[in-house]
Nanobody, 118 residues
């Protein structure tokens, strides 16, 4: 069983930056895809960014140019650098991992709150 633990959330003013970190309890090399999702009150959970083994990266349109996802397999970690934060980025951010087994295996962290004040 893979466990994911997030850190780095908090309160920041609009225009500020935060860096989220997610550590995996197992070798990150067996987790084929790692990413970040977020969920604001009253909204569904949505993809923020994901990175697939081999380097393919996807971002939500709303964060392109402001957020950067990166992965360190040696440290079993994935990061989300968030710059130029906006109040609408306020949400609980969840780390996600996917193993491309049959069937696929999905793992989630407990979530970390990000609050952006105007």
């Amino acid at each position: 069983q893979v466990q994911l633990v997030e850190s780095g959330g908090g309160l920041v003013q609009a225009g500020g930056s935060l860096r989220l970190s997610c550590g995996a309890s197992t070798s990150a090399s067996i987790i084929h895809e790692m990413g970040w999702y977020r969920q604001a009150p009253g909204n569904e959970r949505e993809l923020v960014a994901r990175i697939i083994s081999g380097g393919s990266i996807n971002y939500a349109d709303s964060v392109k140019g402001r957020f950067t996802i990166s992965r360190d397999n040696a440290e079993n970690r994935v990061y989300l650098q968030m710059d130029s934060l906006k109040p609408e980025d306020t949400a609980v951010y969840y780390c996600n991992g996917v193993r491309f087994t049959i069937p696929r295996q999905y793992y989630w962290g407990q979530g970390t709150q990000v609050t952006v004040s105007s």
